[in-house]
């Protein structure tokens, strides 16, 4: 099980017992209710209740929440890398922060209603003196990863053998050891990869889910469990690796489809916000990658039952940032800023995160090489439309030559371009990605000299280490 933490919590309320709870004016609201309440809240206010989402205002947001308004437990279904576990991880927002449960409860009863024959003794005896602590909403959300080795007692319960030794009978419901749903009482259970889970497991969950039963090993406990159940699944996985049996189907009372950004905005947005660069990686270099990204799903050559993940443009950011990183530190640069030239080493790195089509064997580099020279060749067209270049290709027309690549700073870089006269075109180019620096500049011009390049305007020559543009 994994637990989210949320940043900037506030203190805790004060009430200790169940008496002080009772004087704070505390109500009771079922989780439904409270996901209902707050959820309209926020939207009344104005306010994002699903920050860090890109792509799916207009689609899947409306339809998530209409089944929240709604009350129903949510099956998302979408490719990999489609930022399902992310949307499912931003429910949390939507719970109160803080939620009073008795102080020990193993299911985080609530003291104005335990649940558990143990607990409902315990409060009786007790009265207004029922200890009682307060959770986090961080800690109301259940995360698993669905396995074939998962078991109903990972997720249902089982019998405890100690607590037998201990000298409890086996038909005592204080022998059980409760499992992952169980202990989300009052909270949200996440189950990833929902497909996965052996169909006897998924038979256990039908009680759960729709009368809110608890069956163990011939006992029957009647426990009002009062949880959200959300899973994520990938379509393909009904016909492959495994199925959701249809009686559990029928028990999400929403499913909802996901998809890759469709606005490019969005993707590039999608990857500045989740990828971890240790250098900086100007927008222009991005929008190759989004573009990148975006023709690899569209492409005949790429299965697209697997999908292209959003991943693959993260995991490309971050080692064309890399890559900038070990220049700089090799060749001593002030700053690390990746250029067009490290585009090239993320190409072998991203072949495996891609599932091309039976035929294409042999072809992978061939196909991403091709691929990025488009979405180069697209992103050129884009920022330097209208821009007269002709003075940087009459140059090398004449002779000069630009040598650029993975170990060449970009000081070296600028200052081996030849001289245009009082023409300002280099600062021109550098306008147009709002290039200042030198890393910057330097990356806006070998833009333009390989779009030049994919125009037949210029050659160019590769030995692996050095790019000669003449």
């Given amino acids: ?3 989210y933490a ?3 919590q506030t203190e805790a309320p004060a009430a200790r017992t169940l008496g002080q709870l009772r004087e704070s004016g505390h109500q009771l609201r079922s989780l439904r209710t409270e996901l209902r309440e707050n959820l309209l809240a926020k939207l009344r206010a104005g306010e994002d209740p699903w920050p860090g989402l890109h792509g799916f205002s207009d689609t899947v947001v409306p ?3 209409r089944a929240l308004i709604a009350g129903h437990d949510v099956v998302l279904l979408g490719e990999r890398g489609q930022g399902k576990t992310r949307l499912l ?3 949390v927002g939507l719970l109160d922060e803080w939620s009073p449960v008795i102080a020990g409860s193993e299911l985080g009863e609530h003291p104005y209603d335990p649940i558990t024959p143990q607990w409902r003794r315990i409060a009786a005896e007790q009265g207004d003196e029922l200890a009682v602590e307060w959770v986090h909403r961080s800690e109301r959300y259940a995360e698993k990863l669905a396995t074939p080795d998962t078991s109903v007692a990972d997720l249902i319960g089982d019998v405890d053998p100690m607590k037998v030794a201990e000298g409890r009978h086996l038909g005592d419901p204080e022998t059980i050891h409760f499992g992952l749903i169980p202990r989300s009482h009052r909270g949200i259970v996440a189950i990833n990869e929902l497909p996965d889970l052996a169909e006897r497991i998924q038979v256990a969950m039908l ?7 608890i069956q163990i090993r011939g006992y029957v406990l009647r426990l009002p469990l009062d949880v959200l159940v959300v899973a994520s699944a990938n379509p393909e996985d009904y016909t492959n690796r495994g199925r959701i049996i249809t009686p559990l189907k029928d028990r999400f009372g929403a499913e909802i489809r996901t998809h890759y950004p469709v606005a490019l905005a969005d993707e590039i947005a999608v990857i500045r916000q989740e990828a971890q660069l240790v250098a900086e990686v100007p927008d222009a270099l991005l929008e190759v990658l989004a573009r990148f990204t975006g023709n690899l799903r569209e492409s005949a050559a790429v299965d697209q039952r697997s999908g292209v993940s959003a991943r693959f443009a993260i995991a490309g950011a971050e080692t064309i940032a890399a890559s900038a990183l070990h220049r700089a530190s090799r060749q001593g640069e002030d700053e690390a800023v990746a250029r067009v030239v490290d585009l090239e ?4 790195v991203l072949r495996g995160k891609i599932e091309f089509e039976t035929g294409e064997e042999g072809r992978e580099v061939e196909i ?13 067209r884009e920022h330097f439309r209208g821009l007269d270049l002709g003075l940087l290709v009459e140059a090398v027309e004449e002779g000069a030559t630009i040598s650029t690549g993975e170990q060449v700073t970009a000081r070296d870089f600028l200052a081996g371009l030849p001289v245009l006269g009082e023409s300002e075109l280099y600062d021109d180019i550098a306008a147009r990605i709002d290039a200042s620096t030198d890393g910057e500049i330097a990356c806006a011009v070998e833009l333009a000299l390989e779009g030049l390049y994919l125009a037949r305007r210029i050659g160019k020559d590769t030995d692996g280490t050095e790019t000669v543009y003449g």
């Fill in 1 to 3: 099980m994994t637990t």
């Fill in 345 to 348: 080493t993320a190409v072998e």
């Fill in 368 to 380: 991403l090489t091709h691929l990025l020279r488009t979405a180069l060749a697209a992103t050129v």
């Fill in 207 to 213: 009680n759960v889910m729709e009368e809110r039963d």
């Fill in 89 to 91: 991880r931003t429910l």
């Fill in 6 to 8: 949320a940043e900037g």
């Fill in 63 to 65: 339809q998530l929440e």
